[in-house]
């Protein structure tokens, strides 16, 4: 079925790095730009990062630019966010969603919970 | 950036009763292609966010069709002409138009 499956979150300390992952199916990865989005814990939505459906091109959020890395596998239908230096602000849930093509997030994962602490 | 704001922030409603949310962006969100980037979500407890409406009146694949979307520029709104119980969650604008892609801070609707 389509749906979006995150993985690799956990609890690491400040400074420290973490790579997420999405593994996507049940439609044609390769074709769609893909985001993450964070949610800290009792807060609201914030978008961090989009990659276009080739990769060849990447923006982010300024609170994550220079730290955080956005890429994906075409052909393992993967996304990942490399997440260096870590800092307890970065605490959150992080979902993937896939690009609607029209500017909204018509698919999300489930989410994975990263936790920064000391 | 876009700054997005949502009223109220808390809606308690009653089931079989019409329900409006607002959202105002600090930009204009209709794009020369005549449509606004204007989206809503709706994050119910426990759940991850799903999309309801985008372009600002076109509802999602499978989304009930007692909720609207209008508006254009820099105000929309969401109606939902009779509210269920299964409608308590928290909503979510968001403009599509332009990075970083913002989010309003959400309205909790709960049942009175």
């Known amino acids: 079925q389509v749906q979006l499956v995150e993985s690799g979150g956990g609890v690491v300390q400040p400074g420290r790095s973490l790579r997420l992952s999405c593994a996507a199916s049940?439609?044609?990865?390769?074709?769609?730009?893909m985001h993450w989005v964070r949610q800290a814990p009792g807060k609201g939505l914030e978008w961090v990062t989009i990659?276009?459906?080739?990769?060849?091109?990447?923006y982010y959020a300024d609170s994550v630019k220079g730290r955080f890395t956005i890429s994906r596998d075409n052909s393992k239908n993967t996304l990942y966010l490399q997440m260096n230096s870590l800092r307890v602000e970065d605490t959150a849930v992080y979902y993937c969603?896939?690009?609607?093509?029209?500017?909204?997030?018509?698919?999300w994962g489930q989410g994975t919970m990263v936790a920064v602490s000391s | 950036d876009i700054v997005m704001t949502q009223s109220p922030l808390s809606l308690p409603v009653t089931p079989g009763e019409p329900a409006s949310i607002s959202c105002r962006s600090s930009?204009?969100?209709?794009?020369?292609?005549?449509?606004?980037?204007l989206n809503w979500y709706v994050q119910k407890p426990g759940q991850s966010p799903q999309l309801l409406i985008y372009?600002?009146?076109s509802r999602a694949s499978g989304v009930p069709d007692r909720f609207s979307g209008s508006g254009s520029g820099t105000e929309f709104t969401l109606k939902i002409s009779r509210v269920e119980a299964e409608d308590v969650g928290d909503y979510y604008c968001?403009?599509?138009?332009?990075?970083?892609?913002?989010f309003g801070p959400g309205t909790k609707v709960l049942i009175k």
């Open positions: 969603a896939k690009d609607g093509g029209n500017g909204s997030f018509d698919l």
């Open positions: 049940g439609f044609i990865f390769s074709t769609y730009g």
């Open positions: 990659i276009w459906y080739d990769g060849s091109n990447k």
């Open positions: 930009q204009s969100l209709l794009h020369s292609n005549g449509y606004n980037y």
């Open positions: 372009l600002g009146s």
């Open positions: 968001m403009q599509g138009l332009q990075t970083p892609f913002t």
